[in-house]
């Protein structure tokens, strides 16, 4: 079975940071795009940033600019580092990769990241 796990979600003040970490674990040989994704009360789960194996990024709008996404290949962990937060990113934070020849889709549990004004 292939595992996500994230870390590094919490409370926040406008303008802080935080880096968000996932590891994955399991019987990937091959994985093509790793990514963060968020979701917000109410609110349909977003593409936040996303990076292929070849090292190609791309970020919602929203975040550009504030947001970088990185890669340790070698351990199978992406992270998200986030800058001048805002109350506006307050949401679930989930962790996605796309493996296999399949492009299997696979998810963690999410994590929350909360921006207090």
């Known amino acids: 079975q292939v595992q996500l796990v994230e870390s590094g979600g919490g409370l926040v003040q406008a303008g802080g940071s935080l880096r968000l970490s996932c590891a994955v674990s399991?019987?990937?040989?091959?994985?093509?795009?790793m990514g963060w994704y968020r979701q917000a009360p109410g609110k349909q789960r977003e593409l936040v940033a996303r990076?292929?194996?070849?090292?190609?990024?791309n970020y919602a709008d929203s975040v550009t600019g504030r947001f970088t996404i990185s890669t340790d290949n070698a351990k199978n962990m992406v992270f998200l580092q986030m800058s001048s937060l805002k109350p506006e990113d307050t949401a679930v934070y989930y962790c996605?990769?796309?493996?296999?020849?399949?492009?299997?889709?696979?998810w963690g549990q999410g994590t929350q990241v909360t921006v207090s004004s």
């Open positions: 990076i292929t194996s070849g090292g190609d990024t």
């Open positions: 996605n990769v796309r493996w296999g020849s399949l492009d299997v889709n696979s």
């Open positions: 399991g019987r990937i040989r091959l994985i093509n795009v």
